[in-house]
C-alpha cells in the first residue's frame, strides 16, 4: 500500500492505493512504518510523500467509517512526519484533499503540479476535517480562508493554493522526480521552523469577527446542515486555544457529528452518485457499451430549455448548432444564451476563457440541412408528441446515419417519438431540469429499442458537460417525474382538507426542501401546471369545470385552475398561492384573499375543512411518492433505489442530509412507512398511488436491509 524506495540520499513514500490512494488502515500503517524506516536509515537525508497513479491521497477510506477503525490514526502518523529532523515533502498531483492535505500539512514543504487541486470536501460527506486540518490550515492561510475552504469544501486549484501559503512551489514533469529534486534542496535545514503546530494563527484577535461571519454564512447557505456548523467550531477553536486543545476539541466534534445521521445519509449519497454510473439495461452495461465519440452537436429550439442545454454544451467546450425557425426565435434564443454564458463567467462558474471560446462553438441556423454531420443532436421543443415525431422524422433524413437522435422530453415514452425514424436504436431521451444550465441531474431513458452504445453515449455526455447521469427505461412520465406526481397532488389535497399553502410550505421547508410546493407552483406560474391538466383531461375525455372531483375515477383537485382562471398566475403576476411586492416580484407573504377563495371552493364542495398535523403533511408528501418509487422499483423504470435517490437529490434538491427518498423510508423503517401507506389507502380510496406497492409489502415483511432490496427473490413484477 506504500511503496517504499531510496533514490540516493532521499526516501520515497509512494502511497499505492488505487483509484484515489485513500488513506485505508493499511496506508496509514504504511505511512507510518515508512517514517521510521527513513528515520532509522542514516543514509536517507530527506523524505518525499507521493501518490502512486492518478493522485496525491484524496483523503481518508470512507468506506471504513461505518467500522470501528484500527490504529495507527491519521493524527499520531502525522505527527511522526512532523516530528521528523528529516525534512520532508509532500510532492502533490492529482486531488489533494481531506486527509491527504492532512498529511500534506503535516509535512514541512509541499510541491505540486499546476494541475493538481487541493481541499478539504469533508463537510459534504457530513464530516469535518479529523486529523488536524481544522488546527493547521488557519496556521497557513489565516482564518478567512480557512473557514471559507473548510465550511465549502470546495477543491482550490495549485496557482490559487500557492497564493494562500499552502503550496510551497508549482513544479513540473513528473512529480514524483520534481519532489525528489526539491527535498535535496532542503537537506540539511532544520524541520523546527517548518512545523506548523508550533505557528500562530494569524490575525487571531479577530477570530469572533470571522467565526460570526462565517456561522452567520453556512446557517443561511446550507440551512439544516450540521456539518459546517461543526466546521465553524472547530477552526474558531485554533485561534483560541492551543494547538494540543485545539486537536483534541476537533476529534471531539468529528466523534459527534461523524456518528449523525446525516454523515450517514450524505456519505450515502456519495456512493450512490458513484453507484449510478454503474448502470445496465437489456442488451448491455456500462463495462460493454461502447460510446460514440462526439465532437459536434445541435440543439433543436431556443427556447428556456433549449438554450439552457446549449450553455451546458458550450460551457463544456463542445460545438452546438442552435436551430429554430424564425429569426426573431433565432435571435431571442442567442441573447439568452450570451446572458447567461455572461452570467456563468461573473459567477467563477466557467472561465472568461471558456466564455469567449463559446461564442464561436455556437452556430445558429435556420436549416436542418447544416445538421447533416452532428454526431448528437438533442430536440428542445414543448411537450407535444406530434411535433416532436415531425422533427425526429425530419432529423432522421438529414443527419448521417451514425447521428444519435436525443428528446429533451419530461414525460412522453421514447418509443413513441422513435417510431417516425429508421433508427430507433439511436434514438434516446435526455431529460434536464429547470434551469438547465444550473440543476445537476440528467435523466437518461432508453426505449425498447434504444442500444446500450447509444444510452452509454449519452451517459457519457451527461458527465462531460458536468451533470450526474442516471439511467432509466422509458414510461409516462419516467422516474423523476412520475415519482414527483404525488408530492404535488397530495400538496394540492391537503389545502383542500384544511391545510393553508403557507403551512404545508413551512413544513416542507422545516423538513429540508429548499422551497414548499406552493412557493413552486408560484414560481413555474400557475398557468403551466392548469394546461397541463387540461390536457390531460382532454386526453380522458373529461370536462373541467369548478365543481370536478374526480377524473378517471380518480381523486382531482381544481384549486390550481380555479387560482389560475382568476389570474392568478404565481410570481409573474404579483398574485398566485401567495401575493408578492409587484409582478415579477420574490418576496412572498400571506394572501387573506386565498383564504376566502379556498373556503369558498370547499364550501361549494361540501368539503369540512379539519386541522392537519405536521406529522400528516409529511406523510402525504412524502410516503405517496415513496410509495411510487417502489413501484418504479418493482417494474424495473430503475434498476436500484440510488437511481431513485440521486433524481430527488440533483432533480428537485431533496435534503442530502437525508440521503434521498428511498434512503429516508429506509431509516423511518419501511414497516410503518409501509402501515401508513395503508392507512392512508384505506382513507383515500379515490388516489391510486395510495395503492400500495408490493415490493414495498414483501420488504418491509422480510424486513431486508437496504443494500439487498433488489436481489431479494420476486424484486420485480
Ligand atoms: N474513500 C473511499 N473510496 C473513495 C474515496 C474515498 N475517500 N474517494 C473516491 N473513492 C472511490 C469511489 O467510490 C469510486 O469507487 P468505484 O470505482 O468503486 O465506484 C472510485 O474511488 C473513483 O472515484 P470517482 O468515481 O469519484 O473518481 P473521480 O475521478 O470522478 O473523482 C475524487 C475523484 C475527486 C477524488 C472523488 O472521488 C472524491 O471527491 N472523493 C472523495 C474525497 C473526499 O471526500 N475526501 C475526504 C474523505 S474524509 C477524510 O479525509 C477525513 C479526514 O479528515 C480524516
Redesign the pocket.
Known amino acids: 500500500m506504500v511503496d517504499y524506495s531510496v533514490n540516493s540520499s532521499v526516501a520515497l513514500l509512494l502511497v499505492n492505493n488505487p ?2 490512494n ?2 485505508s488502515h493499511a496506508v496509514r500503517k504504511g505511512l507510518a512504518d515508512g517514517m521510521l524506516k527513513a528515520t532509522k536509515d542514516t543514509k536517507v537525508k530527506a523524505i518525499v510523500i507521493a501518490g502512486k497513479g ?2 496525491f491521497p ?6 471504513e467509517f461505518s467500522g470501528p477503525g484500527k490504529e495507527p490514526w ?1 493524527v499520531p502518523v502525522g505527527n511522526g512526519i512532523e516530528a521528523s529532523g528529516k525534512p520532508v515533502v509532500a510532492a502533490i498531483h492529482g ?1 489533494c ?4 492535505l ?1 498529511v500534506a500539512l503535516f509535512c514541512h514543504y509541499r510541491v505540486a503540479l499546476k494541475s493538481a487541486r487541493v481541499g ?3 463537510v ?2 457530513g ?5 488536524a ?1 481544522t488546527q493547521r490550515l488557519p496556521r497557513v492561510t489565516g482564518l478567512p480562508v480557512a473557514f471559507d475552504m473548510i465550511t465549502s469544501g470546495r477543491h482550490v486549484p495549485a496557482e490559487q493554493a500557492k497564493k494562500y501559503g499552502i503550496i510551497d512551489e508549482i513544479v513540473t514533469g513528473d512529480i514524483v522526480n520534481a519532489g525528489i529534486r526539491y527535498a535535496m534542496i532542503m537537506v540539511g535545514k532544520s524541520t523546527i521552523p517548518r512545523r506548523l503546530r508550533a505557528k500562530p494563527v494569524p490575525d487571531a484577535e479577530n477570530v469572533q469577527k470571522y467565526a460570526d461571519a462565517a456561522m452567520a454564512h453556512v446557517k443561511r447557505k446550507y440551512k439544516g446542515y450540521e456539518a459546517p456548523v461543526y466546521c465553524v467550531k472547530a477552526v474558531r477553536a485554533s485561534a483560541e486555544k492551543p494547538y494540543d486543545l485545539g486537536v483534541e476539541n476537533e476529534k471531539t466534534l468529528f466523534n459527534v457529528v461523524g456518528k449523525s445521521g446525516q454523515a450517514r445519509a450524505q456519505q450515502y449519497a ?2 450512490a452518485e ?2 449510478v ?2 448502470w445496465e439495461m437489456p442488451g448491455g452495461n456500462s463495462q460493454t457499451a461502447k460510446p460514440i465519440p462526439v465532437r459536434s452537436t445541435a440543439v433543436i429550439g431556443a427556447g428556456t430549455m433549449g438554450t439552457g442545454i446549449a450553455v451546458c454544451i458550450l460551457s463544456a467546450g463542445l460545438p452546438c448548432y442552435l436551430v429554430e425557425q424564425n429569426q426573431k426565435f433565432l435571435e431571442n434564443g442567442l441573447k439568452t444564451i450570451k446572458a447567461l454564458m455572461e452570467g456563468s463567467v461573473k459567477l467563477g462558474k466557467i472561465s472568461p476563457e471558456v466564455g469567449q471560446r463559446a461564442a464561436s462553438l455556437l452556430k445558429p441556423t435556420m436549416s436542418y440541412d447544416d445538421l447533416t454531420g452532428v454526431d448528437l443532436v438533442i430536440e428542445a421543443v414543448y411537450e407535444n408528441l406530434e411535433l416532436k415525431k415531425e422533427i425526429f422524422a425530419k432529423l432522421d433524413k438529414v443527419c448521417k446515419p451514425s447521428t444519435i437522435l436525443c428528446s429533451n422530453t419530461s414525460s412522453i415514452d421514447i418509443d413513441r417519438i422513435a417510431v417516425a425514424t429508421k433508427r430507433p436504436e439511436k434514438c434516446v431521451g435526455v431529460h434536464f431540469f429547470a434551469p438547465a444550465y444550473h440543476m445537476k441531474l440528467l435523466e437518461n431513458i432508453y426505449s425498447t429499442k434504444t442500444s446500450p452504445d447509444t444510452a452509454a453515449t449519452v451517459m457519457k455526455l451527461g458527465k462531460t458537460i458536468g451533470k450526474v447521469p442516471i439511467l432509466v427505461k422509458s414510461c409516462q412520465g419516467f422516474l423523476a417525474n412520475r415519482m414527483n406526481t404525488p408530492y404535488g397532488t397530495e400538496s394540492g389535497f391537503l389545502v383542500e382538507e384544511g391545510a393553508l399553502p403557507w403551512e404545508v410550505d413551512q413544513v416542507m421547508e422545516d423538513f429540508g426542501m429548499p422551497m414548499g410546493p406552493f412557493k413552486v407552483r408560484d414560481l413555474s406560474g400557475l398557468d403551466v401546471g392548469s394546461k397541463i391538466t387540461a390536457e390531460i383531461a382532454k386526453t380522458l375525455g373529461v370536462t373541467l369545470t369548478d365543481e370536478t372531483r374526480f377524473m378517471a375515477g380518480n381523486r382531482y383537485s381544481h384549486m390550481n385552475t380555479v387560482l389560475a382562471n382568476m389570474g392568478r398566475l404565481g410570481r409573474k403576476s404579483g398574485k398566485g398561492w401567495y401575493k408578492y411586492e409587484k409582478a415579477g416580484g420574490k418576496i412572498a407573504s400571506i394572501d387573506d384573499d386565498v383564504i376566502t377563495v379556498l373556503n369558498n371552493h370547499c364550501k361549494k364542495l361540501g368539503i369540512e375543512r379539519r386541522t392537519i398535523s405536521s406529522q400528516e403533511i409529511i406523510e402525504r408528501l412524502m410516503y405517496s411518492c415513496i410509495n411510487e418509487g417502489f413501484k418504479i422499483l418493482e417494474e424495473g423504470i430503475a434498476k436500484r433505489p440510488e437511481e431513485i435517490d440521486i433524481s430527488w437529490l440533483y432533480g428537485f434538491t431533496f435534503p442530502k442530509y437525508l440521503g434521498g427518498p428511498m434512503y429516508y423510508a429506509n431509516q423511518v423503517g419501511l414497516g410503518r412507512v409501509y402501515d401508513r401507506i395503508c392507512y392512508y389507502h384505506e382513507n383515500f380510496p379515490f388516489s391510486k398511488h395510495w395503492v400500495p406497492s408490493q415490493l414495498l409489502r414483501r420488504l418491509s415483511e422480510q424486513n431486508i436491509p437496504m443494500s439487498q432490496w433488489m436481489a431479494s427473490p420476486g424484486a420485480r413484477l
Open positions: 483509484p484515489v485513500a488513506l492518478r493522485t484524496a483523503g481518508a477510506d470512507i468506506r491519521l486531488t484533499l481531506g486527509g491527504g492532512e478539504f470536501p469533508e459534504a460527506i464530516i469535518l476535517p479529523g486529523a486540518g456519495f456512493f458513484r453507484v454510473g454503474k
